[in-house]
């Protein structure tokens, strides 16, 4: 077990090398960088505006600043954003704890709405409500959260006057963003759930269970239902792993704190530092989170082994 | 086995947390009823912005948001007149400038504190400036707003000199902006330069609270401001007294804010969004026209076709600017004709009667040029098979200020009238900026604009060695009337200067002006008060009021 997770973590900085280097290179590639398009806003000269490059180090060659760059990395410096001047680290620590909040809570209403409509499209009792809930599934699949946000802030700001459309500074405001991003996760976990439970229902293990009288609903909970979240977990992993493009549109749409806007900003501004440092920490998310899948997958599924 | 048991009641667990936080969730959605919407107590709301600038601090950041809220943080050592746009006193209680235009003089105002209690003096505004002028401040616009700012000198204890290197006629509209807002030494001293935005004391109305990034900026009135400009009312029961700033980036949201009372007052609402405010009795809209340069098309002057001067007329004549207007902009905006918007100090009226609207006449000029169409040749050219000329116009467009809208009307237009039109969209400032600067990059037109109350930011789109010289048109006469304008201290003689910087730019049709920029404002009706500062971005926050009954409107259309 130990000896799988160490190659794990080794698998996990290798990732996050690659991740660092594809960013590095190729935000560089792409013509424009922050501190042009800041100064060319207030009247500075072409002289001033390259004495200011030269300051941030943009005048090195690549392979130097490449150097630089990694080295900070590996004491723990992210380095300073171009724009603001403020540490990458700070202006990500700041954030994280809001887009963690949503992405959690999001995760959750997915699963929960996920799991629970992919079981109702293969196991439920009666064809009626299988079609419904499958109906269900094909409108959260082909939702995209933009409009299904929209949808949710005009039913119950507007309208109902229920819950409030903006903000962070309020669980409250947790509600309709958790419930937007949620559902479009549910729509393609309750797909894999369905095919995945359905295609179980066939199976040696699930005749056994049958003949030996097993009732309807102790097959499906101790035996189909064990045997078919493998699958479900493996795409929850990689749900969450793109939850952070999902938090951007959803904090922007309902005004939100979070890494989203921040590394939205960062990417129009070619502000390289911070979406560097956002790019890693995605890396690690994923690496973390898709380690944790596979545990609980193999503790799901008995063919399957944590250690192969 | 052991290691699966583990594993599986660690699973349960999570499961029984989930099922708990989702009952968590049902109590929170359905416990707290109605109340849960955010309304504003009596002299509390919220200001939507507009864009989250990336730093808040004025010395070091540019973004105009920032001025929205910093502007009654701070105050300046002048102030602009929101009407007449003349200096008042601010932080300074005179100014004189010697007979060179190299010194200026200011005699500080007594009796001023921060918001920390720290008395201001000259050695603040002497601590300020060394800020400013700092490069590790790296700063972003306040520095350039000094000039060719040379050193200071403190003359007494309320008396500091400024010393510039060549005359610059700009600079008491410099330190009459936000950026370059005195700062307290004691608050300078505590908080490093990445912090100190966190919490920023100045000698304003309103005292910074906290500052969330992402999230919110609070401010509250300071009750021992009593040294404001004149058009700073003082406050009542009714005034406002905490203001909380949130970032409200995709326009979508902003009226959906505003109409659900999440926001009271809300800045660039969409044309759109402000016609169907127009019948609400609960929203009421502040259109606020902004002095500078209007939204307009650049002509590359060193590039076919437009580097023929006739080809550039005609394509400004051919194209029915107050149409695109309305349908763009819907009537919220006046149609644009020369360099500098009509509420910009020197404005020359008279480009108004340049190139008024006529396909035909900018058909017959381009026949005259020898362009003509063919049945295998739609498109307006000229020349032989070997030196064939289309008339193909290529645009840069970037996402904002609804130029990609204008883009596509203009492309109609020329498109009608023979010539082939490619529209490039980059998708920020940055990628404007490295589009031009790319040198493969062959465009004819580029949209551009600007806001200032001083027009020598001119100087940056039209001077000869300018990094915003995307026309590159070059002129001697341009260069010297822009230089003379920013360095003569004689009013008469700027006005002289820019009315003939802003004939030659229209007579050598170096751009398209498209609209005057007008932010469009939308406020709550119990919201009175809202007004402006000189400069159209910035709203003079202390005198804004709450009432139940809403007064007269006051919109500044």
């Not at chain 1, 594809?22 to 800041?38: E, H, N, Q, Y």
């Not at chain 1, 630089?68 to 410096?77: F, M, T």
């Not at chain 1, 997915?110 to 269900?136: E, H, K, P, T, Y």
Request: proline letters at 6%; charged letters at 15%.
């Amino acid at each position: 077990m130990m000896g799988y997770l160490l190659r794990r973590a080794g698998a996990a900085i290798l990732t996050l090398w690659l991740a660092f280097t594809l960013a590095f290179f190729a935000l560089r590639i792409l013509p424009g960088d922050a501190v042009s398009a800041t100064l060319a806003r207030s009247g500075a000269s072409s002289e001033q505006i390259a004495e200011r490059r030269a300051i941030l180090g943009l005048d090195q060659p690549l392979p130097q600043q490449y150097g630089q760059v990694l080295g900070g990395l590996l004491h723990g410096d992210f380095g300073s954003s171009l724009v603001s001047n403020r540490p990458v680290s700070d202006m990500i620590g700041e954030q994280f704890g809001a887009t963690v909040i949503l992405a959690a809570g999001a995760l959750l209403v997915g699963v929960l709405i996920g799991v629970g409509l992919g079981i109702v499209v293969a196991l439920g009792s009666s064809r009626w409500l299988r079609w419904s809930a499958a109906l269900i599934v094909s409108l959260l699949l082909s939702s995209p959260i933009y409009w299904t946000g929209t949808l949710l802030i005009t039913l119950f700001s507007l309208m109902l006057h229920l819950l409030p459309s903006a903000g962070s500074n309020d669980p409250q405001t947790l509600i309709l963003p958790c419930l937007a991003l949620g559902l479009s996760l549910a729509g393609s976990i309750a797909r894999v759930t369905g095919d995945s439970l359905a295609s179980l229902r066939d199976e040696d293990f699930v005749r056994t269970a049958r003949a030996k009288g097993l009732r309807r609903r102790q097959i499906a909970i101790q035996h189909i239902l064990r045997a078919g979240l493998a699958p479900v977990l493996a795409v929850i992993g990689l749900q969450a792993g793109f939850l952070l493009g999902g938090t951007v549109v959803t904090e922007t749409l309902f005004v939100r704190q979070g890494i989203g806007q921040v590394l939205l900003s960062a990417i129009q501004d070619h502000d390289f530092p911070v979406v560097q440092g956002i790019v890693i920490l995605s890396a690690i998310v994923y690496s973390v989170v898709n380690m944790i899948t596979d545990l609980l997958t193999a503790a799901f599924d008995p063919r399957v082994s944590p250690t192969e | 086995m052991r290691t699966r048991r583990l594993l599986t009641s660690i699973i349960l667990m999570i499961f029984v947390l989930m099922a708990c936080a989702s009952a968590l969730f049902v109590v929170i959605l359905f416990g707290s009823g109605k109340k849960v919407v955010a309304e504003a107590s009596k002299n509390h709301i919220v200001y939507g912005l507009t864009l989250m600038p990336s730093g808040f601090d004025p010395h070091v950041n540019s973004s105009s948001e920032l001025g929205i809220v910093l502007r009654s943080v701070y105050d300046t050592l002048l102030y602009r007149d929101p009407q007449t746009k003349a200096f008042v006193p601010g932080l300074a209680e005179k100014w004189s400038i010697s007979d060179d235009g190299l010194t200026y003089t200011f005699n500080l105002r007594a009796g001023v504190k921060f918001q920390d209690g720290t008395p201001f003096d000259a050695k603040a505004v002497a601590v300020n400036l060394d800020r400013i002028t700092n490069p590790a401040t790296k700063s972003q616009k306040a520095l350039f707003l000094l000039g060719p700012y040379d050193h200071y000198t403190i003359v007494d204890p309320m008396t500091i000199q400024i010393v510039l290197k060549q005359p610059y006629a700009p600079l008491l509209d410099g330190l009459s902006q936000v950026y370059t807002g005195i700062a307290s030494p004691n608050a300078l001293q505590s908080y490093d330069l990445a912090r100190y935005q966190f919490h920023q004391v100045g000698t304003g109305p309103f005292s910074m609270v906290d500052y969330i990034p992402g999230d919110h900026l609070t401010i509250r009135r300071n009750p021992d401001y009593k040294w404001g400009p004149p058009f700073y009312n003082p406050p009542t029961a009714n005034s406002v007294d905490e203001i909380e700033f949130r970032f409200f980036t995709d326009p979508a949201t902003r009226a959906t804010a505003l109409e659900s009372d999440a926001a009271q007052i809300m800045g660039e609402l969409s044309p759109t969004d402000a016609t169907l405010f127009t019948g609400n009795s609960n929203v009421r809209l502040y259109p606020q026209p902004i002095p500078g340069a209007p939204l307009q098309f650049l002509f590359n002057v060193s590039s076919e076709p437009t580097d023929q001067l006739q080809v550039r007329q005609a394509l400004i004549q051919a194209i029915n600017r107050s149409g695109i207007v309305d349908a763009v902009f819907q009537q919220f905006s006046p149609v644009a004709y020369g360099p500098l918007s009509a509420v910009s100090p020197y404005y020359d009226p008279e480009v108004t009667k340049l190139y008024p609207y006529s396909s035909t006449a900018a058909l017959d000029q381009l026949h005259g040029l020898g362009f003509v169409q063919s049945k295998e040749n739609p498109i307006l050219h000229k020349g032989t098979q070997q030196t064939l000329q289309n008339l193909r116009l290529v645009m840069v467009v970037p996402p904002w200020g609804f130029a990609p809208q204008v883009a596509q009307k203009l492309q109609i237009q020329w498109k009608q009238l023979g010539a082939d039109v490619v529209i490039k969209e980059v998708p920020s400032f940055t990628d404007l900026v490295a589009a031009l600067k790319d040198k493969d990059n062959d465009y004819n037109l580029i949209v551009y604009n600007d806001f200032g109350l001083d027009p020598s930011f001119l100087n940056g789109m039209f001077g000869k060695q300018a990094f915003n010289n995307w026309t590159h048109f070059e002129s001697d006469d341009l260069d010297n009337w822009l230089t003379s304008a920013t360095a003569s201290q004689s009013e008469d003689e700027r006005k002289t200067y820019y009315m003939q910087v802003q004939k030659l730019i229209m007579d050598q049709a170096l751009i398209v002006p498209i609209r005057d920029y007008v932010n469009l404002n939308g406020a709550r009706a119990n919201v009175n008060g809202l007004s402006f500062d000189a400069y159209g971005w910035f709203p003079l926050l202390p005198n804004l009021t709450l009432g139940d009954t809403p007064k007269t409107a006051t919109p500044t259309s």
